[in-house]
Nanobody, 119 residues
C-alpha cells in the first residue's frame, strides 16, 4: 500500500519561510521522480517543483530562487523549502511520486497540506 504523508504546512506571514516534508512508503523511493504540486481554490493543480531519481530539479517560474526541493533516499522523504513566501503561494500543497516503466506509469498523491501566507 502506497502512502505519501505531507507535513509542515501552516500559516505564515509574507516574507516568511516554511519547510514541507513528504514521507513515502510502499514504493521504491529512489526510483521515483518526486514532486510538489499546489492547488488554490478555483484553480488547477500546478507543478511547483520536482526532483528526479538522479537529483535533477525543475521549478515553476513563479518559485525559482525562492523554493528548493531536495530528497533523502535513506529516509524516503522529499522536502520543499519555501522562502520569501508571498500571499499568492497560498494553496494546498500535494506530494507526488511518479515512476515510468516500459509498461506503465505509476502516479501517486498525498492528501495535501495547507499553506496560507498572510499579507
Amino acid at each position: 500500500q502506497v502512502q505519501l504523508v505531507e507535513s509542515g504546512g501552516g500559516l505564515v506571514q509574507a516574507g516568511g519561510s516554511l519547510r514541507l516534508s513528504c514521507a513515502a512508503s510502499g514504493i521504491i523511493f529512489s526510483l521515483n521522480t518526486m514532486g510538489w504540486y499546489r492547488q488554490a481554490p478555483g484553480k488547477e493543480r500546478d507543478m511547483v517543483a520536482n526532483i528526479t531519481h538522479d537529483g535533477t530539479t525543475n521549478y515553476a517560474d513563479s518559485v525559482k530562487g525562492r523554493f528548493t526541493i531536495s530528497r533523502d533516499n535513506a529516509k524516503s522523504t522529499v522536502y520543499l523549502q519555501m522562502n520569501s513566501l508571498k500571499p499568492e503561494d497560498s494553496a494546498v500543497y500535494y506530494c507526488n511520486a511518479r515512476r515510468t516503466t516500459l509498461f506503465r506509469t505509476y502516479n501517486y498523491w498525498g492528501q495535501g497540506t495547507q499553506v496560507t501566507v498572510s499579507s
